[in-house]
């Protein structure tokens, strides 16, 4: 089977961007005043949110992570566990600011997200890694 390439930016970018994604949802889940509901009448508006920001999280996790010599089943673990793990911490804080509240159907969201993150292990077994510009390169990521 032909595995794609697929870009590999250094680790420190990677880790970097990941940090960006975590802030970014702690500013708007802890810090930033609380949204208010869209005019639309869907009840799930915030909850579809929380999956996206988690989706987003779990899958720059992973991408982070492309260098680990782990199995796939033990790096899946390891993002799965810090990305829930910070959408629990991050609903923990919530509960500590004023016009915000912690929710086990946020957390539950957040879970959801991170869940749906690890279908990339899936997809990356059709990717081959490759150093940007260099796209007959190969980068071993020992999987």
């Given amino acids: 089977m032909r595995r794609l390439p697929f870009p590999l930016i250094p680790k420190w970018l990677r880790y970097l961007a990941t940090l960006g994604v975590a802030g970014f949802l702690l500013y708007y889940s802890v810090l930033a005043p609380a949204p208010v509901q869209p005019s639309?009448?869907?009840p799930l508006?915030?909850?579809?949110?929380?999956?996206?920001?988690?989706?987003?999280?779990?899958?720059?996790?992973a991408y982070a992570t492309a260098h680990f010599r782990d199995t796939i089943w033990k790096r899946t673990a390891v993002v799965l566990v810090l990305a829930v793990g910070f959408?629990?911490?991050?609903?923990?804080?919530?509960?500590?600011?004023?016009?915000?509240?912690?929710?086990?159907?946020?957390?539950?969201?957040?879970?959801?997200?991170?869940?749906?993150?690890?279908?990339?292990?899936?997809?990356?077994?059709?990717v081959r890694y490759v150093r940007p510009l260099e796209s007959t390169d190969p980068v071993d990521t020992g999987q």
């Fill in 40 to 42: 639309s009448p869907d």
């Fill in 87 to 126: 959408g629990l911490l991050v609903e923990g804080l919530q509960s500590t600011q004023p016009g915000r509240y912690a929710s086990l159907n946020d957390a539950l969201a957040n879970t959801i997200g991170a869940l749906l993150a690890s279908a990339w292990f899936v997809v990356e077994r059709g």
């Fill in 45 to 61: 508006w915030d909850k579809k949110l929380h999956v996206i920001g988690y989706l987003g999280l779990g899958l720059a996790l």
